[in-house]
């Protein structure tokens, strides 16, 4: 469990028909705002998106200061899947 003002990371795929975006993954990333960027760097790098299949080529594109767009696409041709990696603060947790 986080506790509060730490880091995350949060990645965000497209599915379905419609393309919306899903959370489908977040993980605890630590106080220090810089180390969390670069895990998240590294992160959009090496993820493998839950509907990818076999991609053969990533590219990565930088947003903003903590947001990365990643578009797969398959060796065979195809359109490109994405995801997206952000890093995101963790206010805290509220039960009940």
Request: aromatic share 8%.
């Given at each position: 469990?986080?506790?509060?003002g730490?880091?995350?990371?949060?990645v965000?795929?497209?599915?379905?028909?419609?393309?919306?975006?899903?959370?489908?993954?977040?993980?605890?990333?630590?106080?220090?705002?810089?180390?969390a960027r670069?895990?998240?760097?590294?992160?959009?790098?090496?993820?493998?998106?839950?509907l990818?299949?076999?991609?053969?080529?990533?590219?990565?594109?930088?947003?903003?200061?903590?947001?990365w767009?990643?578009?797969?696409?398959?060796?065979?041709?195809?359109?490109?899947?994405?995801f997206?990696?952000?890093?995101?603060?963790?206010l805290?947790?509220?039960?009940?």
């Amino acid at each position: 469990m986080m506790s509060e003002g730490t880091w995350a990371l949060l990645v965000e795929e497209r599915k379905g028909s419609n393309g919306e975006w899903h959370v489908s993954l977040v993980m605890p990333a630590g106080d220090d705002l810089g180390r969390a960027r670069e895990a998240a760097e590294d992160l959009a790098f090496v993820h493998r998106p839950q509907l990818a299949g076999l991609r053969m080529r990533r590219d990565v594109y930088q947003v903003g200061e903590d947001v990365w767009i990643v578009s797969h696409r398959a060796k065979l041709g195809g359109g490109p899947t994405y995801f997206k990696v952000s890093v995101v603060r963790h206010l805290g947790t509220a039960e009940g």
